[in-house]
């Protein structure tokens, strides 16, 4: 088992990649602290792993807010005793708006959620990996990560961003021990875009038929990446940004 004996939180894992990252970790050997906004997705999580004989405890948390990780972190230390793995999955999608029409409140909500969460959870989570002398955080991102499109301007801004957050991590706490790296998925089979994948003729579906894939990616597919970014397997690994995305971005 790659994550035997390590513990790991997993924001977002209420549906999605989320949800498919806590369980192949939980089907490695990893101890879970599956956190999600909505109780009963993440309590489904939970449930999921343990039918499948895994380690798992729900924790409720909304990713923007302070008090709910703090809350999160020091829960799964009671539960499990320390912190290995941090995944900072959880993220929205926002409004398509542009410069003009966007709203101050609109941009904040997304920046929250997919900037300022990851930072927080990284910073609070950071002490118990330095104390265990090592750790590793795994932040998702985005194709938008590296190009502007649909995805909107704040969730793009945001994406961006993330990108800039795992590198100065990596590049400020790399020889502490601390692995830091990021996943960019492209057009993933999830709840978050299944709506636009049942357009036929939405300009994404072309772009996805006309891409090397051929097709959307699932989200266990982004799970083997995160499993190996969590594992020794990729020891040697710091401040990378992975594409998942079937080839989405490389035209």
Same mark, same amino acid.
């Given at each position: 088992?790659?994550?035997?004996d390590?513990?790991?939180?997993?924001?977002?894992?209420?549906?999605?990649?989320?949800?498919?990252?806590?369980?192949?970790?939980?089907?490695?050997?990893?101890?879970?602290?599956?956190?999600?906004?909505?109780?009963?997705?993440?309590?489904?999580?939970?449930?999921?792993?343990?039918?499948?004989?895994?380690?798992?405890?729900?924790?409720?948390?909304?990713?923007?807010?302070?008090?709910?990780?703090?809350?999160?972190?020091?829960?799964?230390?009671?539960?499990?005793?320390?912190?290995?793995?941090?995944?900072?999955?959880?993220?929205?999608?926002?409004?398509?708006?542009?410069?003009?029409?966007?709203?101050?409140e609109?941009? #904040?909500?997304?920046?929250?959620?997919?900037?300022?969460?990851?930072?927080?959870?990284?910073?609070?989570?950071?002490?118990?990996?330095?104390?265990?002398?090592?750790?590793?955080?795994?932040?998702?991102?985005?194709?938008?990560?590296?190009?502007?499109?649909?995805?909107?301007?704040?969730?793009?801004a945001?994406?961006?961003?993330?990108?800039?957050?795992?590198?100065?991590?990596?590049?400020m706490?790399?020889n502490?021990?601390?692995?830091?790296?990021?996943?960019?998925?492209?057009?993933?089979?999830?709840?978050?875009?299944?709506?636009?994948?049942?357009?036929?003729?939405?300009?994404?579906?072309?772009?996805?038929?006309?891409?090397?894939?051929?097709?959307?990616?699932?989200s266990?597919?982004?799970?083997?990446?995160?499993?190996?970014?969590?594992?020794?397997?990729?020891?040697?690994?710091?401040?990378?940004?992975?594409?998942? #995305?079937?080839?989405?971005?490389?035209?």
């Open positions: 088992m790659k994550l035997k390590k513990v790991a939180i997993v924001t977002g894992a209420g549906s999605g990649i989320g949800r498919e990252i806590a369980r192949e970790f939980a089907r490695e050997g990893a101890k879970v602290a599956v956190s999600d906004f909505l109780k009963d997705t993440g309590e489904e999580t939970a449930s999921f792993i343990k039918k499948e004989n895994g380690v798992a405890v729900f924790i409720q948390a909304d990713a923007s807010k302070e008090p709910d990780i703090d809350n999160l972190i020091n829960k799964t230390v009671e539960q499990f005793g320390k912190i290995d793995i941090l995944v900072n999955n959880a993220g929205i999608g926002g409004s398509l708006a542009s410069l003009g029409d966007i709203t101050v609109e941009w #904040d909500s997304v920046m929250d959620v997919n900037l300022k969460g990851p930072f927080i959870a990284s910073k609070k989570a950071l002490p118990h990996m330095i104390k265990n002398g090592k750790g590793n955080i795994i932040n998702v991102a985005s194709m938008a990560s590296f190009a502007a499109g649909r995805g909107g301007i704040a969730y793009t945001a994406k961006h961003g993330l990108l800039g957050l795992t590198r100065q991590m990596s590049f706490h790399g502490q021990g601390i692995r830091v790296n990021a996943i960019c998925p492209g057009p993933i089979e999830t709840p978050m875009i299944q709506r636009v994948l049942e357009m036929p003729q939405h300009p994404l579906n072309f772009k996805i038929k006309a891409s090397p894939a051929g097709r959307p990616g699932k266990e597919e982004v799970a083997k990446l995160a499993l190996f970014l969590a594992s020794d397997d990729s020891s040697f690994i710091h401040g990378a940004a992975y594409q998942i #995305d079937g080839g989405y971005t490389i035209f």
